[in-house]
C-alpha cells in the first residue's frame, strides 16, 4: 500500500505543478486550495487522486511521460487504494 500511496503522492505532486489541471481537479472535487491538506487527511483522497488522472487518458498520459510511471503502474495504484474496477 506505500507504494501506492507514494504513487498518489506524486500525482498530487504533479497537479500542484499544473495550475490548470489543479484548477480542474479543485472544481470537479468541491475543494480549495486552502483545505486540500485537510482534505488529503479523508479516506478516499489518494484514490480520487488517481480517479481523476485516470478518467482522463492524456492527463494520465502526460504524467505518466513526465514521472517515468507507467499507467499499469497508476491503475494497480488506484486499486490498491480502493479504487473501483474501471
Same mark, same amino acid.
Given at each position: 500500500?506505500? $507504494? @501506492?500511496? $507514494?504513487? @498518489?503522492?506524486?500525482?498530487?505532486?504533479?497537479? /500542484?505543478?499544473?495550475?490548470?489541471?489543479?484548477?480542474?481537479?479543485?472544481?470537479?472535487?468541491?475543494?480549495? /486550495?486552502? #483545505?486540500?491538506? *485537510?482534505? /488529503?487527511?479523508? &479516506?478516499?483522497?489518494?484514490?480520487?487522486?488517481?480517479?481523476?488522472?485516470? #478518467?482522463?487518458?492524456?492527463?494520465?498520459? $502526460?504524467?505518466?511521460?513526465?514521472?517515468?510511471?507507467? &499507467?499499469?503502474?497508476?491503475?494497480?495504484?488506484?486499486?490498491?487504494?480502493?479504487? *473501483?474496477? @474501471?
Amino acid at each position: 500500500m506505500a $507504494d @501506492a500511496e $507514494d504513487t @498518489a503522492i506524486s500525482v498530487l505532486a504533479w497537479l /500542484a505543478s499544473q495550475p490548470e489541471l489543479l484548477g480542474r481537479f479543485l472544481a470537479l472535487t468541491g475543494l480549495e /486550495a486552502g #483545505n486540500l491538506r *485537510e482534505a /488529503a487527511r479523508e &479516506p478516499g483522497f489518494l484514490a480520487g487522486v488517481l480517479a481523476f488522472l485516470m #478518467n482522463h487518458e492524456p492527463t494520465l498520459m $502526460d504524467f505518466c511521460a513526465s514521472s517515468g510511471t507507467s &499507467p499499469e503502474s497508476v491503475r494497480r495504484a488506484y486499486h490498491e487504494l480502493g479504487g *473501483e474496477a @474501471a
